[in-house]
T-cell receptor, first 115, second 111 residues
């Protein structure tokens, strides 16, 4: 597709369940980011992938969060044993080059609601 | 750590009014500065950027000037339209690849 695609667009789950969020970056983009947008707060950096380099996981809030990027393309963010405070919009972004004079292209996000 | 503080919203104004959204950054060194915009139902997209002091970014009638002396990057538009209704995010680079974002300012323009 022409842009960054995220699925599902909405996810409602029960506390304690595991969820998987998917991101398809723009073809050819080597850098991929996950951010979290909570109500009334800014975008919180979660994780960064660049090519075959080790990812920067410094933003993951707990060990219940993990992410993979297979084949340098699709990425999956997994949240285990979800808690109500995990409710947020999870945004994925990609860019062609890692240098930040290049703009990030964002998907529309996955709205996660934990009941 | 590096952080961005932007004016809290929501902001409601009439068409053709002037808009200013304040943004200040705290960082060591010389970060690049950005404004991203999120229109209803769409993903965030880059509005404008500035990479060094005194640079002015501009796009779609919006402007922002990188002011190192006041550590600011305020967004301005002289005459807003209904189509400018969106959430605006100020951001700065924290390292070679990471962006730190402000909390966002919701702007509603009424006809």
């Amino acid at each position: 597709g022409a842009g960054v695609s995220q699925s599902p667009s909405n996810k409602v789950t029960e506390k304690g369940k595991d969820v998987e969020l998917r991101c398809d970056p723009i073809s050819g983009h080597t850098a991929l980011y996950w951010y979290r947008q909570s109500l009334g707060q800014g975008l919180e950096f979660l994780i960064y992938f660049q090519g075959n380099s080790a990812p920067d996981k410094s933003g993951l809030p707990s060990d219940r969060f993990s992410a993979e990027r297979t084949g340098g393309s699709v990425s999956t963010l997994t949240i285990q044993r979800t808690q109500q405070e995990d409710s947020a919009v999870y945004l994925c972004a990609s860019t062609l080059q890692p240098g930040l004079n290049e703009k990030l292209f964002f998907g529309s996000g996955t709205q996660l609601s934990v009941l | 750590g590096d952080s961005v503080t932007q004016m809290e919203g929501p902001v409601t104004l009439s068409e053709e009014a002037c808009l200013t959204i304040n943004c200040t950054y705290t960082a060591t060194g010389y970060p690049s500065l950005f404004w991203y915009v999120q229109y209803p139902g769409e993903g965030l997209q880059l509005l404008l950027k500035a990479t060094k002091a005194d640079d002015k970014g501009s796009n779609k009638g919006f402007e922002a000037t990188y002011r190192k002396e006041t550590t600011s990057f305020h967004l301005e538009k002289g005459s807003v339209q209904v189509s400018d209704s969106a959430v605006y995010f100020c951001a700065q680079t924290s390292n070679d690849y990471k962006l730190s974002f402000g909390a966002g300012t919701t702007v509603t323009v009424r006809a």
